[in-house]
């Protein structure tokens, strides 16, 4: 089955930047649609961002639209998002998951990863 496991998360200023990846295993990565989410205490787990398979087109919350940036690495297995300019309100564990079939993982569709705790001091 898919196992996902990101890693990157850390405490930063805001203004600062991270990156964070997210390897997957188990099954063909090129054809799993890919995605970031993220989920701050008290609050629903929220869409950050998502690439498709082959051509990989993108796709991204309003709140992040110009900051950070999903991208893929089909040989080497992995996910990115690097993330600039980071605000307190990015505060967050972030969840990477595969979206099987090539579609673009949802809140309720596709296989999560264990999450990285991301903290934005001001």
């Known amino acids: 089955q898919v196992q996902l496991v990101e890693s990157g998360g850390g405490s930063v200023q805001a203004g600062g930047s991270l990156r964070l990846s997210c390897v997957f295993s188990g099954r063909t990565f090129s054809s799993y649609a890919m995605g970031w989410f993220r989920q701050a205490p008290g609050t629903e787990r929220q869409f950050v961002a998502g690439i498709t398979t082959t051509i990989g087109s993108t796709f991204y919350a309003d709140s992040v639209k110009g900051r950070f940036t999903i991208s893929r690495d089909n040989a080497k297995n992995t996910v990115y998002l690097q993330m600039n300019s980071l605000e307190p309100d990015d505060t967050a564990v972030y969840y990477c998951?595969?979206?099987?079939?090539?579609?673009?993982?949802?809140?309720?569709?596709?296989?999560w990863g264990q999450g990285t705790q991301v903290t934005v001091s001001s």
């Open positions: 998951k595969a979206g099987p079939f090539g579609r673009l993982p949802t809140l309720t569709y596709g296989v």
